[in-house]
């Protein structure tokens, strides 16, 4: 091995090589390095947007729900929440109730979800209510006895909605009179607004308490489900199963994953479409290195033939430029994985790329490089690299020395 490693250096770095292999060499080792660069950000920049997501989601969403969907309501939600809560694995546990009303300020409408909640429970486990950036999250009713409403920055900027001012809430669910159905309408005072950071609860939600969401619904005292925070999102579909059985027949768990499952399948998917099409690109970066060896091995052939003379065996002469191969290509490698986590640390420390969040519910690209990857990702450039070196290699062995020197 030292003297194959000793002659795959003097023919790397020999400065009486041809100009032109000398610039192939550079393509090659170019090559790898841009693939592996390109096939880090791209898996960063995914990882990313499925962690950013995730976290954004869970923090305004919750982990497991509980319902009836053979019935209206949940008239025993106190109590169904007092029991389900002692499940072990539950962090709390808060009712709600959801309803669309159209709300409206100074001729200006817009259709919004309005979620009634527990204004002593729900402030401790959404991060919504926990980042208000106007006003506050308190749903004290004014001394004019209207009650408050939060709602998102994205609807407050549309609306041009301030802390203090006062909408109308107008809710489908209206109420019989002589003259027909009639929607019931609210005044509610804008008590504060939150950015929570995804664009979908920034524009469209808001929230009540939820005995005005009773009376905007025009319900009594229930609940449309009982929402649970859990110490592991990860087992949220076994603790729904277990919830739904402790909570009894007709109640159905709907988890984070069944809400989300197309947004987070399209994110693995196209990280897998990611990762096939811009390996493509070492693929090609491999040609480059079986080329460097080919012309390797014509430039050499003399050099060849007369270290076989002087008794070198075969498989010295493979050996040889098989690490001249692996040397291409490791370099090449460990050039892009610096290149790539570098710059994908950089472009998801600094935001150097914004995003419209009406579109991609992020403000920027969020980069988040997975170490991990390093592994497989060199692994594979590594075995690219060695495949290329097989075919050069072997030809190189086969050189016949007595045929090439007869003439010399």
């Given at each position: 091995?030292?003297?194959?490693?000793?002659?795959?250096?003097?023919?790397?770095?020999?400065p009486?090589?041809?100009?032109?292999?000398?610039?192939?060499?550079?393509?090659?080792?170019?090559?790898?390095?841009?693939?592996?660069?390109?096939?880090?950000?791209?898996?960063?920049?995914?990882?990313?947007?499925?962690?950013?997501?995730?976290?954004?989601?869970?923090?305004?969403?919750?982990?497991?729900?509980?319902?009836?969907?053979?019935?209206?309501?949940?008239?025993?939600y106190?109590?169904?929440?007092?029991?389900?809560?002692?499940?072990?694995?539950?962090?709390?546990?808060?009712?709600?109730?959801?309803?669309?009303?159209?709300?409206?300020?100074?001729?200006?409408?817009?259709?919004?979800?309005?979620?009634?909640?527990?204004?002593?429970?729900?402030?401790?486990?959404?991060?919504?209510?926990?980042?208000?950036?106007?006003?506050?999250?308190?749903?004290?009713?004014?001394?004019?006895?209207?009650?408050?409403?939060?709602?998102?920055?994205?609807?407050?900027?549309?609306?041009?909605?301030?802390?203090?001012?006062?909408?109308?809430?107008?809710?489908?669910?209206?109420?019989?009179?002589?003259?027909?159905?009639?929607p019931?309408?609210?005044?509610?005072?804008?008590s504060?607004?939150?950015?929570?950071?995804?664009?979908?609860?920034?524009?469209?939600?808001?929230?009540?308490?939820?005995?005005?969401?009773?009376?905007?619904?025009?319900?009594?005292?229930?609940?449309?489900?009982?929402?649970?925070?859990?110490?592991?999102v990860?087992?949220?579909?076994?603790?729904?199963?277990?919830?739904?059985?402790?909570?009894?027949?007709?109640?159905?768990?709907?988890?984070?994953?069944?809400?989300?499952?197309?947004?987070?399948?399209?994110?693995?998917?196209?990280?897998?479409?990611?990762?096939?099409?811009?390996?493509?690109?070492?693929?090609?970066?491999?040609?480059?290195?079986?080329?460097?060896?080919?012309?390797?091995?014509?430039?050499?052939?003399?050099?060849?033939?007369?270290?076989?003379?002087?008794?070198a065996?075969?498989?010295?002469?493979?050996?040889?430029?098989?690490?001249?191969?692996?040397?291409v290509?490791?370099?090449?490698?460990?050039?892009?994985?610096?290149?790539?986590?570098?710059?994908?640390?950089?472009?998801?420390?600094?935001?150097?790329?914004?995003?419209?969040?009406?579109?991609?519910?992020?403000?920027?690209?969020?980069?988040?490089?997975n170490?991990?990857?390093?592994?497989?990702?060199?692994?594979?450039?590594?075995?690219?690299?060695?495949?290329?070196?097989?075919?050069?290699?072997?030809?190189?062995?086969?050189?016949?020395?007595?045929?090439?020197?007869?003439?010399?």
């Open positions: 091995m030292r003297f194959a490693w000793l002659l795959a250096r003097r023919y790397l770095r020999s009486n090589r041809p100009a032109v292999l000398r610039l192939v060499t550079l393509l090659a080792v170019v090559g790898v390095a841009s693939g592996v660069a390109t096939l880090v950000i791209a898996l960063a920049m995914n990882s990313g947007f499925r962690i950013t997501l995730q976290d954004r989601l869970l923090g305004v969403t919750a982990h497991v729900s509980i319902s009836r969907p053979g019935s209206e309501a949940l008239s025993n106190s109590e169904l929440a007092e029991r389900l809560g002692r499940v072990p694995g539950v962090k709390a546990v808060a009712p709600a109730i959801y309803i669309t009303v159209l709300l409206s300020s100074g001729g200006r409408a817009h259709g919004v979800v309005i979620k009634g909640i527990d204004p002593v429970l729900e402030p401790k486990r959404n991060e919504a209510l926990q980042r208000v950036v106007a006003g506050t999250a308190d749903f004290t009713p004014d001394s004019k006895g209207f009650d408050s409403v939060v709602v998102g920055k994205m609807l407050a900027d549309d609306l041009k909605l301030r802390p203090n001012d006062y909408v109308m809430l107008t809710s489908p669910a209206g109420h019989m009179t002589p003259f027909g159905m009639i019931r309408s609210q005044r509610f005072r804008i504060g607004i939150f950015d929570s950071g995804f664009y979908d609860y920034d524009a469209n939600w808001g929230f009540v308490t939820l005995r005005a969401a009773q009376n905007l619904a025009g319900v009594g005292d229930v609940a449309s489900v009982l929402e649970f925070r859990i110490a592991d990860d087992r949220a579909e076994e603790l729904g199963v277990q919830l739904a059985r402790e909570a009894g027949p007709g109640y159905v768990a709907t988890t984070w994953m069944d809400e989300n499952r197309a947004l987070f399948r399209a994110l693995r998917l196209e990280k897998l479409v990611t990762a096939l099409f811009i390996g493509l690109i070492t693929f090609v970066a491999g040609l480059n290195i079986l080329v460097v060896l080919a012309m390797t091995v014509s430039d050499r052939a003399r050099d060849i033939a007369v270290l076989m003379a002087m008794g065996r075969r498989q010295q002469i493979q050996r040889i430029f098989v690490l001249l191969g692996i040397a290509g490791a370099f090449g490698t460990a050039l892009g994985l610096i290149a790539g986590y570098s710059l994908a640390w950089a472009a998801g420390t600094y935001r150097l790329i914004p995003l419209d969040p009406q579109i991609y519910s992020v403000p920027f690209v969020p980069f988040q490089p170490p991990t990857d390093a592994l497989w990702i060199a692994a594979a450039a590594l075995a690219i690299s060695i495949s290329s070196t097989l075919l050069p290699a072997r030809s190189a062995s086969r050189i016949q020395p007595v045929e090439l020197l007869r003439y010399e």
